[in-house]
């Protein structure tokens, strides 16, 4: 029994749940952007008969400058079509995430689509 001594045990079990919430919270900010993006597009679709493809644009640009997505994120193709007829919404960009020890990079293609 050693009053105020710390296990090694202990100091491992706390640096490996430092270590995870760390790279859990840089691994998971582009993910977070990623579905607040294609929520915004999902909605976008649903109100689709009552916007024109400029305003559905200029609103999807503006959300993408929001949640500071790169400029590819920007480049978003709307088309109306087929039978029954539909809206599609899409874009496509990545996001390169550097930790120590790590770098990936997620390739997201976000798309919403809904009747007309």
Do not use: N
Request: proline share 7%.
């Amino acid at each position: 029994w050693r009053r105020g001594a710390s296990t090694p045990g202990c100091l491992v079990s706390l640096l490996i749940f430092v270590a995870a919430v760390y790279y859990g919270i840089h691994f998971g900010e582009p993910w977070l952007r990623y579905y607040q993006l294609l929520e915004e597009m999902r909605s976008s679709a649903r109100l689709a008969p009552t916007l024109s493809d400029g305003v559905i644009h200029r609103r999807r640009e503006a959300k993408a400058d929001e949640l500071g997505l790169p400029d590819e994120a920007h480049k978003f193709q709307i088309s109306r079509q087929g039978k029954p007829r539909k809206i599609t919404i899409t874009t496509q960009y990545s996001e390169t995430v550097v930790v120590p020890l790590f770098t990936h990079t997620f390739v997201f293609t976000p798309t919403a689509e809904e009747p007309l």
